[in-house]
């Protein structure tokens, strides 16, 4: 998943987003549209602002014109209010990208972030404080990137042909010899909104094409997963494949937050805070827990104490 530093942008652009235009981010006469309005009108938060469901799919094709990937994505909010979502992503092995699984799904179910691929055995699941949880979420969603120090940027008004508004934007990054990347956005004029973006690869010859990613957007079709990673992760009741997780956060303080989840045995659990934490299996903080190893989910029940790192807070 994207990092913390993103996540934490995404929320706070929102936000100004939405305080700042009221939802009237369209096109005005006379004026063109930047990448940074773009990125703006089309962050996730301020899409749901505008839609009930915002869908999302994927294709990379290679430099030999093989498509080698997929991905459809979709998210909403669920009637507590919170950001969900689900993906599938389909990996074609070739001999430039060889790929260990062939699918993979996730899904946020509102409080628990599931991941499960199709060369492994369990499900991987991670678990978020309430406040947490929206940004780790959200940085996982497709969105226009956000580049690090030290790239060089540029962009080019091409302007409305054929009802659809066009921008051209491409990035060096000149600690890697000059490769770049080119990308072509596709707006609707009225708002601003993504039809579609292409990002095209390039070696320091503009000529030599590396790779072609696109993604295309549409708006308020039905929310339907197409794999339900919770169903099959977290169940209701107690049963002799079932472990009962509880999550201690921040224990003893004024924050501390308790989290319980039936697990299916064996699943692979962990929990994510953008302080970092050590994670315990006894209240004396004396059994750390190996995060690459997770929280064992093996027996009928498993209570963990999270204490987040103290120079993060």
Same mark, same amino acid.
């Given at each position: 998943?994207?990092?913390?530093?993103? !996540?934490?942008?995404?929320?706070?652009?929102?936000?100004?987003?939405?305080?700042?235009?009221?939802?009237?981010?369209?096109?005005?006469?006379?004026?063109?549209?930047?990448?940074? &309005?773009?990125?703006?009108?089309?962050? =996730?938060? !301020?899409?749901?602002?505008?839609?009930?469901?915002?869908?999302?799919?994927?294709?990379?094709?290679?430099?030999?014109?093989?498509?080698?990937?997929?991905?459809?994505?979709?998210?909403?909010?669920? !009637?507590?209010?919170?950001?969900?979502?689900? $993906?599938?992503?389909?990996?074609?092995?070739?001999?430039?990208?060889?790929?260990?699984?062939?699918?993979?799904?996730?899904? !946020?179910?509102?409080?628990?972030?599931?991941?499960?691929?199709?060369?492994?055995?369990?499900?991987?699941?991670?678990?978020?404080?309430?406040?947490?949880?929206?940004?780790?979420?959200?940085?996982?969603?497709?969105?226009?990137?956000?580049?690090?120090?030290?790239?060089?940027?540029?962009?080019?008004?091409?302007?409305?042909?054929?009802?659809?508004?066009?921008?051209?934007?491409?990035?060096?990054?000149?600690?890697?010899? $000059?490769?770049?990347?080119?990308?072509?956005?596709?707006?609707?004029?009225?708002?601003?909104?993504?039809?579609?973006?292409?990002?095209?690869?390039?070696?320091?010859?503009?000529?030599?094409?590396?790779?072609?990613?696109?993604?295309?957007?549409?708006?308020?079709?039905?929310?339907? =997963?197409?794999?339900?990673?919770?169903?099959?992760?977290?169940?209701?009741?107690?049963?002799?494949?079932?472990?009962?997780?509880?999550?201690?956060? &921040? =224990?003893?303080?004024?924050?501390?937050?308790?989290?319980?989840?039936?697990?299916?045995?064996?699943?692979?659990?962990?929990?994510?805070?953008?302080?970092?934490?050590?994670?315990?299996?006894?209240?004396?903080?004396?059994?750390?827990?190996?995060?690459?190893?997770?929280?064992?989910?093996? $027996?009928?029940?498993?209570?963990?104490?999270?204490?987040?790192?103290?120079?993060?807070?």
């Amino acid at each position: 998943m994207k990092s913390w530093k993103r !996540a934490v942008t995404v929320a706070l652009c929102a936000a100004s987003l939405l305080a700042g235009c009221g939802g009237d981010c369209g096109l005005k006469d006379g004026e063109d549209y930047t990448v940074e &309005d773009l990125r703006g009108i089309n962050i =996730p938060l !301020a899409l749901l602002e505008r839609h009930e469901v915002v869908t999302v799919n994927v294709q990379y094709t290679d430099k030999n014109g093989d498509v080698t990937y997929t991905a459809r994505v979709q998210y909403t909010r669920n !009637a507590d209010g919170n950001v969900v979502s689900w $993906g599938h992503y389909g990996y074609d092995p070739s001999e430039n990208y060889p790929v260990s699984a062939k699918e993979r799904w996730t899904q !946020a179910n509102g409080k628990v972030y599931l991941d499960r691929s199709s060369n492994e055995e369990r499900t991987m699941m991670t678990c978020f404080t309430k406040i947490d949880y929206e940004m780790y979420v959200l940085a996982d969603l497709p969105a226009i990137a956000e580049f690090e120090m030290g790239t060089e940027e540029s962009e080019e008004t091409i302007g409305l042909q054929n009802g659809v508004y066009l921008l051209s934007g491409s990035v060096t990054y000149p600690n890697l010899g $000059g490769y770049h990347s080119k990308t072509l956005y596709e707006v609707e004029p009225g708002s601003g909104e993504l039809h579609a973006m292409t990002v095209t690869d390039h070696a320091a010859d503009d000529e030599a094409f590396d790779g072609k990613m696109r993604y295309t957007w549409s708006y308020d079709e039905p929310y339907a =997963p197409e794999r339900d990673l919770a169903g099959e992760a977290l169940h209701e009741t107690d049963s002799a494949d079932t472990c009962l997780l509880t999550l201690i956060y &921040d =224990p003893g303080t004024a924050d501390e937050e308790t989290q319980q989840y039936r697990v299916t045995r064996g699943s692979y659990a962990m929990f994510a805070c953008r302080t970092g934490s050590n994670i315990y299996y006894d209240a004396a903080l004396s059994q750390e827990i190996d995060y690459q190893a997770g929280i064992d989910t093996s $027996g009928g029940s498993a209570t963990v104490y999270i204490v987040p790192l103290e120079e993060n807070r």
